[in-house]
């Protein structure tokens, strides 16, 4: 469990985060999403233990980040947004190196087994430059897992992929939340968080404005549901028998077909809508509610403006 508690950055008379708390449990996939300068870098060196909170705290299993950072470096794997990899050896001498500095027992064996979870066996042997920039990340993330750390910080791990190097790497982070592992994984490029992120968190001028899980944090800012609906019959019709509805906010038609309608109920009550709907003899061909997206959010929470 990973407990963050309070967490300011003072830089002289700038405050670069302003108290930020949240709590992550074995497992879960946080997206951290914030514009440039938002504080996510500095949020997430504050819990690597690489700066050091002006106030506030975190912990991770119990431990404590300030009391005990010795301890936690070995819990945790952290994924800089710029990294860099040592050139002249290879990529099991790279692994080998950072797995006997962290006294990892069997290293041939956990070297194995993260080059396999990265799909990078094959490159075993190959001097570290001769990779693409994508499998340096993947090597980079297998860097971060040789200790079986509980908490990996991966601070834009997908900048400078290309798409099909992103669907890898967010298959692989999937993978690590399924072996149990909390996972940050902060970006600004939204739609990639929200197909495997369990827990979004937005942050501006270093304020976390929203927290929880996507649907949670969608709701948050539109309480009211959008359901598109298509009809191949009269929509006027339609429209003037929705008057009788009072959780019906607004109906709009969009053209002889189509309409978006603002609707208050439950989900039970959107099935009895469409029910009856379909029983007055409306030959209705779509009734789906739109999902207001990360993106949407985003927008809606943030100014757009940096300290
Ligand atoms: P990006 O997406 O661009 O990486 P970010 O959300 O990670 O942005 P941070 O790097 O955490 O943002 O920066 C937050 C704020 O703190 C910025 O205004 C930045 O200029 C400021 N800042 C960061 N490090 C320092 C420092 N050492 N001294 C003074 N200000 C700093």
Redesign the pocket.
């Given at each position: 469990m990973l407990e963050v508690k309070n967490l300011h950055?003072s830089?002289?008379g700038?405050t670069?985060?302003q108290g930020i708390s949240f709590t992550l449990k074995p497992g879960d996939i946080f997206g951290f999403i914030?514009?440039?300068?938002?504080?996510?870098?500095?949020?997430?060196?504050m819990i690597a233990t690489l700066?050091e909170p002006t106030a506030g705290t975190a912990s991770l299993n119990g431990v404590d980040i300030i009391e005990n950072p010795m301890q936690i470096r070995r819990m945790i794997g952290y994924m800089p947004?710029f990294f860099g990899l040592y050139d002249d050896v290879k990529v099991w001498e790279y692994l080998d190196f950072f797995a006997s500095i962290y006294g990892v027992q069997k290293r041939d064996q956990v070297i194995d087994e993260v080059l396999e979870l990265t799909d990078l066996t094959v490159k075993k042997f190959s001097y570290v430059q001769s990779l693409s920039r994508g499998m340096q990340q993947r090597l980079c993330l297998a860097r971060c897992l040789v200790h079986d750390p509980k908490l990996l910080l991966l601070?834009?791990p997908a900048s400078g992929l290309d798409p099909r190097a992103r669907a890898e790497l967010k298959e692989l982070i999937a993978e690590l939340g399924r072996m149990g592992k909390i996972v940050i994984v902060?970006s600004?490029i939204l739609p990639e968080l929200s197909d495997f992120c369990n827990c979004v968190g937005i942050?501006e001028?270093?304020n976390l404005l929203a927290f929880g899980d996507v649907a949670s944090v969608v709701r948050s800012i539109r309480p009211v549901k959008v359901i598109r609906l298509s009809c191949i019959s009269d929509l006027h019709a339609l429209e003037a028998g929705l008057k009788a509805y009072s959780s019906i906010q607004n109906f709009v038609g969009t053209n002889d077909q189509d309409a978006t309608i603002e609707f208050s109920g439950t989900d039970e009550e959107q099935a009895d809508l469409l029910k009856a709907l379909v029983n007055q003899g409306h030959r209705i061909i779509g009734f789906n509610e739109d999902h207001a997206d990360l993106e949407d959010v985003f927008l809606k929470l943030t100014t757009g403006a940096?300290?």
């Open positions: 950055k830089y002289g700038f670069a985060v914030g514009s440039n300068g938002a504080g996510k870098t500095t949020t997430i060196r700066l947004d601070d834009e902060s600004h942050i001028r270093g940096v300290n």
